[in-house]
């Protein structure tokens, strides 16, 4: 299979980069210091972009990168999408101001956009952890953000760095439980949403039912 | 009078930077292309800095780079800081969402910080208008963000950029009307909140007494 990449900029210190058919969503930095070797990023499109293109799957992908090329992984991002609706994103924050959330982290921040003109609110995130940190997690309506005309797309992401990363990287190379399993893992380590300041297994629930609904796995 | 000014790296595309005492918050850029002269940047800690320093007001500073030094401004912030309280901005967030305000801006965006045990909020920003838009206006809590053990300090913020920035340095080098006239002026023009959906001078009327409070005229 011959591969079209274009040259562009460098990025990130390295001197130079070629991008998949002139796309940066999947690209490849080069020709930095003596140490810093080659820098692959694929953005969730270029996930996309590389299922269409290659015939191995995510979890051959992981394990050439982790066991063969043996590579730092420096950021993993993996997603649950919900097209259902198993729980709306203003619920989640209600929650937190009820004080019926649990969590590893100390702060969530809400994030709304309202139409002036009406006055409505169309668009909810929730962050826990800050971009930066070595875990961030968000809940975010999709289909407001990419101005689509769906109902519901509902994305769960989780944004890991450097060893949560590359711990994260290695189960998904040694192919011990389903992507979808892995993230709804991280959630519920990291937070629970209780019911009546009871706790009960509501998140391991809805997560669970997510599992079919997985759409994203992507490294960038 | 000598000034201390340390050598640091360039930015913006300028080769090179020096900061006053070595403090990035007032740092001028050099040794760009041939046309890109040089470039100022005062933070607000700038400002107050350029303040201590100098026996100059802004109106002598402004009268100079807008008439003699023919510079061109790329961005400008002006401020009102109330440490009275004379509005809550969850309170103008809740006037939003109950179409009770009027704007050449077509969306806001909340943001609300929450802390997870207890699940009490923390912060509210309210922005009107993109970072990059020429003009965004910000009002959010001063004292939550520095997080300072003051029980107020709103700030309500006008970022400008390009020939709006130009047009509001030209109006504080001509001296003709107070600081604080002119942003409650900008405020008036792009937002009005409303009482029951019926128009009332209340803005004018809650900046009017806010113009004795200004605090803060920052060229960034």
Redesign the interface.
């Known amino acids: 299979m011959k591969l079209n990449f274009q040259l562009k900029n460098g990025k990130y210190g390295y001197k130079q980069g070629v991008a998949f058919q002139g796309n940066p969503v999947l690209s490849v930095y080069y020709d930095g210091a003596d140490d810093m070797g080659i820098h692959l990023e694929m953005t969730g499109q270029g996930c996309r972009l590389f299922e269409l293109h290659t015939s191995i799957n995510w979890h051959e992908l992981f394990y050439r990168l982790v066991y063969e090329y043996e590579v730092n992984i420096t950021r993993l991002d993996v997603a649950i999408d919900d097209f259902v609706g198993y729980f709306k994103i203003n619920s989640l ?1 209600k929650k ?8 590893r ?15 409505e ?2 668009g909810h995130t929730l962050y826990f952890g800050s971009p930066s940190s070595d875990i961030q997690i968000r809940f975010y309506e999709k289909n407001v953000q990419m101005e689509l005309d769906i109902d519901v797309w509902n994305r769960t992401e989780v944004q890991l760095r450097d060893l949560r990363a590359y711990v994260v990287a290695q189960v998904i190379a040694d192919d011990v439980l389903p992507l979808g399993e892995i993230v709804a893992g991280i959630l519920r380590n990291y937070i629970q949403f209780r019911i009546r300041r009871r706790q009960i297994k509501i998140k391991k629930m809805a997560f669970g039912s997510l599992l079919v609904e997985l759409f994203g796995l992507c490294s960038t």
């Open positions: 924050v937190l101001k009820d004080n019926e959330v649990t969590s982290f100390k702060k969530a921040r809400h994030i709304e956009n309202i139409v002036i003109e009406g006055g609110t169309i």
